[in-house]
């Protein structure tokens, strides 16, 4: 029996999280002074109301698309992937390594070769937990944890030690060279006649994102693989009884998550920055978690959730740039939308089912009636 | 005319859109047994839930000896004097028999004088209704039947007059069923009334005085057992006459299909769940694996099913296959066609949340009949595929869309049995066909497995309920500790006799 309608289930609940959550916000801003509806219009100004502001808020949308993907993906086979930080950080590494290194005739055939060594980097940083996890049963939660410090310790000596140019003071690699820039959506746009701002950060990698949204939704919903994934995931013991292995399925599903959280460094390594520096990935990792949540783990819900993290992002920042809000402020509003629609689901849901099942039992009593 | 020990009046209960309980009422007589007894679904447990607190009725009374009693939880229902056995026992498994007693009554902060007096109590009782445990074993190391008793102490502590119990003998053998039964009927000789919930025709002859039966939420029925019988109640359940025994002609059997070899099992904790059994299954035969649950069946099921790893040799028409490794999995058994219905459809069988047409597929998802291309499933051959076969077995509602736990359990094992019979398996496995599944299903499963048999295909019946072994079995095996027991022919052995190979206990025939 179905409790609610699918609408209910995909629009209303969000909708009705993300309320609570900017009302909880506006009290907040309210306590420290400030004008919540002047904020609120700031924000939306800054995030959605030019092409300047689309720009950053399209380029932090495609980040979290990435590592969205990533842990919904994971999802579907009930791996929770917390190492998203740390495979796009390894990402990032591939990205530098192949632009910085092999001589790229064109930006296209650059793009193509970072996109396939920055998801191999990511998916052997997922390879390990994904193994201990499927053959010795430690925990994934917590070894992609785990995983995420190395990685950030990695990166950390390879940047001060190995991949600095010779007398520089930034620990960072060297420009990536001309050839491997990326079109920006200006760039793009322009070709067709359409003006867009030339110095938001959006790029291609945008067109990469939303490919690689439909390359999962195919995957999930039409191939043999997702049908075991998802399979696995509702059930291990009737997959046992199907003859899928659970370690292959394991193994899979996090080396594809993890190679999709090291595609976002196509997006901010080689389509922003240029060159790799360090902390690269800003917490992009741990906002796929949140965005796989509020996005039901559905490509289509994923995007969309992405759009709206990266309108908190920008607007977000935003407002740390126009107002007395203190920066922090923003942090906790960030945190408010992501406890809402993602930890405290079952808030919002429970009641409204009870109001869909109070509402159907009217109908069905009228009609009984009649 | 004396009061009623219970008495429902007019008790309502709806979950959503579904009513499982329609105006509800019948009086229980102090001092007898009453019987309730439908098909699963049927609203026996709703009403139970409902008399000791677990749901609160949407409309309706419950009176206790004679006074109105609102029972809002089960402290309530204690207080009220009623007792309930579950399904499931609700014990503490490392804790003793007299921890377990006297769990959640408690009268002190002190545990010792609690025990004492429990300890007390419990000789009491034991003596007076043949309810003998050791108080200080632990709950892990006795026997379900024990366990059982178990739970019957724990309401007689409680001071319970009325005992409430939901399928008692489904974990039992006959001979631990027959044990309850004279408790029961001792428990009934002191005056206390007992409610007895079953979907067993025979356990209400035997030992109710009065019976209801219940059919989709209603109360279709309430008569003396003394003035029913059998086929009438069956009737009474289903809503149509039913046949209760299984028609088929005698067995052609042929070649051997599946000969199993000193095969061992050992689990996950190195416990020997099997321990070097060998039998074989012929060509248009039927062999029932008959047993207690929990002796072995359900290891040596997922041995053959291909998701556990065992030893000895397994020929399948008179070739190897591999019991470890990569090549000793679900799907390498199925392309050597051995289709299975699993004992668990729910865990196993079916993906709850897949839609049936995915459930369709499942386990021969690799087909080429549903494949689109190299990469592609073809959905649409698998809903048509679904279409089809829900139309061959009479899945109720016939809607390939609608996700797998929407259906009822007897249309659950229906796109289950559906899906492997159909592959025209050489060797089906099928573990507890008809557990959970209602009369008018259970009839449509047999007549297919009896159906298979006739076309020359070995099969391999488990089942912990003896009456379906021994109506559709050609040769029956008793399973007790990993061990089989010995054979014995339907027609040349009896309830009894294998009542007692499944206790471990060897006649002089074997």
């Known amino acids: ?370 | 005319m004396s009061t009623p020990a219970i008495e429902l009046k007019g008790i309502s209960k709806a979950f959503g859109p579904v009513q499982a309980n329609k105006d509800i009422s019948i009086r229980v007589m102090p001092g007898t047994i009453h019987g309730i007894i439908g098909e699963n679904g049927a609203g026996k447990s709703t009403l139970m839930s409902i008399l000791y607190g677990f749901y609160k009725a949407d409309a309706g009374e419950i009176w206790i000896n004679g006074k109105k009693t609102e029972i809002p939880d089960s402290q309530h229902a204690i207080r009220a004097g009623i007792g309930m056995v579950f399904q499931h026992f609700k014990l503490v498994e490392n804790f003793t028999v007299l921890e377990n007693v006297v769990l959640g009554a408690e009268d002190g902060a002190l545990l010792r004088p609690t025990l004492a007096r429990a300890r007390a109590q419990l000789k009491k009782l034991a003596e007076e209704y043949e309810l003998n445990v050791d108080p200080d074993a632990l709950i892990e190391d006795i026997g379900v039947g024990m366990q059982q008793r178990v739970e019957i102490l724990k309401s007689l502590y409680r001071q319970a007059d009325i005992l409430i119990l939901d399928e008692p003998t489904g974990v039992l053998t006959p001979a631990e069923a027959d044990h309850l039964f004279r408790i029961l009927e001792s428990l009934k000789r002191e005056g206390k009334t007992i409610i007895l919930i079953t979907h067993k025709l025979r356990e209400i002859m035997e030992i109710t005085d009065t019976v209801s039966v219940m059919r989709r939420g209603e109360m279709t029925a309430t008569v003396r057992t003394a003035d029913t019988s059998p086929p009438e109640l069956a009737e009474l359940m289903v809503g149509r006459k039913v046949l209760l025994r299984v028609e088929k002609a005698p067995a052609r059997p042929g070649d051997k299909v599946l000969e199993v070899r000193n095969l061992s099992v050992t689990d996950d904790k190195g416990v020997k769940r099997i321990k070097d059994i060998s039998f074989e299954v012929r060509a248009g035969e039927i062999l029932g694996i008959a047993g207690v649950a929990g002796n072995g069946q359900s290891e040596l099921l997922e041995a053959l099913g291909g998701y556990q790893s065992a030893t000895g040799t397994i020929l399948v028409n008179g070739q190897p296959i591999d019991l470890t490794g990569s090549k000793s999995d679900g799907r390498t058994r199925r392309d050597r066609g051995i289709a299975h219905v699993p004992e668990d459809r729910q865990r196993e069988g079916l993906i709850m949340d897949f839609q049936a047409w995915e459930n369709v597929a499942f386990g021969y998802h690799h087909r080429p009949e549903y494949q689109k291309n190299r990469f592609l499933m073809d959905h649409a051959a698998m809903k048509a595929d679904c279409e089809r076969k829900m139309e061959r077995f009479d899945v109720r509602p016939p809607n390939p869309m609608l996700l797998a736990k929407s259906f009822s359990g007897g249309n659950q094992q229906k796109l289950v049995v559906a899906r492997e019979i159909e592959r025209n398996p050489d060797l089906l496995l099928v573990g507890q066909p008809t557990r959970g599944v209602d009369i008018g299903a259970i009839e449509f499963i047999h007549q297919q497995l009896v159906a298979l048999r006739d076309q020359g295909k070995a099969i391999l019946l488990v089942s912990v309920e003896l009456d379906e072994i021994l109506s559709l079995s050609d040769r029956i095996a008793v399973m007790f500790d990993g061990q089989i027991m010995g054979e014995r022919m339907p027609a040349e052995t009896t309830a009894k006799e294998l009542g007692l190979l499944m206790a471990g206990i060897r006649g002089e025939a074997a």
């Not at chain 1, 609610?4 to 209303?12: G, H, K, N, Q």
């Open chain 1, 1 to 370: 029996m179905q409790k609610m309608p699918a609408w209910a289930d995909v629009v209303l609940i969000p909708l009705i999280s993300l309320l609570l959550a900017a009302i909880l916000s506006g009290l907040v801003i309210l306590a420290i002074g400030e004008n919540p509806w002047e904020a609120l219009k700031l924000m939306i100004s800054g995030s959605v109301g030019s092409s300047y502001a689309w720009g950053y808020t399209l380029y932090y949308a495609t980040n979290f698309i990435f590592t969205g993907l990533a842990v919904a993906i994971a999802f579907h086979s009930r791996m929770f992937n917390i190492g998203g930080e740390g495979q796009a950080m390894l990402g990032g590494l591939g990205v530098a390594y192949v632009c910085l290194f092999i001589p790229w005739p064109h930006w296209s055939l650059a793009l193509i070769g970072a996109t396939a060594a920055s998801a191999l980097f990511g998916a052997a940083w997922a390879a390990l937990p994904a193994y201990l996890q499927a053959r010795r049963g430690s925990h994934i939660v917590i070894t992609t944890i785990m995983f995420n410090f190395i990685a950030a310790a990695f990166l950390n000596y390879l940047l001060v030690n190995v991949l600095k140019p010779m007398g520089a003071m930034d620990p960072a690699t060297a420009k990536f060279p001309a050839p491997t820039h990326l079109p920006s959506l200006h760039d793009i746009l322009g070709a067709f006649g359409i003006p867009f701002s030339k110095a938001a950060p959006a790029n291609v990698a945008l067109l990469v994102a939303i490919l690689a949204c439909v390359g999962v939704w195919l995957l999930v919903w039409r191939t043999r693989l997702g049908y075991e994934i998802r399979a696995f995931g509702h059930s291990e013991s009737a997959a046992k009884y199907a003859g899928i292995s659970p370690t292959r399925i394991i193994m899979l599903s996090m080396l594809i998550s993890g190679g999709l959280a090291g595609m976002m460094a196509i997006n901010n390594v080689m389509g922003e920055a240029e060159r790799l520096v360090l902390n690269s990935t800003e917490g992009a990792g741990f906002i796929g978690i949140a965005v796989a949540l509020m996005g039901r783990s559905h490509p289509l819900g994923v995007f969309l959730a992405a759009i709206l993290f990266g309108i908190l992002y920008q607007g977000g920042a935003e407002l740390a740039l126009w107002t007395n809000i203190p920066r922090e402020m923003i942090v906790v509003i960030q945190a408010l939308v992501i406890l809402f629609t993602g930890a405290l689901d079952n808030m919002v849901r429970m009641p409204l089912e009870k109001l869909f099942l109070a509402l159907r039992r009217g109908q069905t009593a009228t009609t009984a009636g009649e």
